[in-house]
């Protein structure tokens, strides 16, 4: 599980598999749901900035650079109660300055639950202190 500190952590997020071409990770639907018990729209949101922004970074540190998310889309096609969702995040383009990654999330069923796309620029990373 990710630092507690961070929101993938106190969201249960585990990341599963991690490259610039493929990132797996799993959040469970408990605890991330809105009113009704679904799972939050907003929380495939953040499933997907996750994957997407780890392989823009994982990109962009091989040129000295950090990932700083600047757009996200989302579309939900059904709604999960229970378990795990699984979020496989694959680039659309990786480039020198941008890099946008697709994620798609699926229920244990594996059925699609949302299809996010993530678009990150990429800097110059600060000096060091």
């Known amino acids: 599980m990710m630092g507690r500190a961070a ?35 907003g929380a495939s949101c953040v499933l997907a900035e996750t994957l997407g922004s780890m392989g ?6 091989a040129m000295g650079k950090i990932a700083v998310g600047i757009e996200i889309n ?21 480039g020198g300055t941008l890099a946008t990654y697709q994620v798609v999330v699926t229920d244990e069923h594996d059925r699609k639950v949302c299809t996010a796309r993530l678009t990150c620029m990429l800097r110059p990373a600060p000096p060091a202190p």
């Not at 823009?56 to 540190?61: E, F, T």
């Not at 059904?78 to 990786?94: D, E, F, I, M, W």
């Open 74 to 94: 989302a579309t939900h096609h059904r709604a999960a109660s229970s378990g795990l969702v699984t979020g496989v995040a694959t680039p659309v383009h990786l």
């Open 56 to 61: 823009s970074a994982l990109h962009g540190s």
């Open 7 to 41: 929101i993938a952590g106190r969201m249960g997020i585990q990341l599963l598999e991690a490259s610039p071409e493929r990132l797996v990770g799993t959040m469970p639907v408990e605890g991330n749901t809105q009113p009704y018990g679904l799972l939050h729209g």
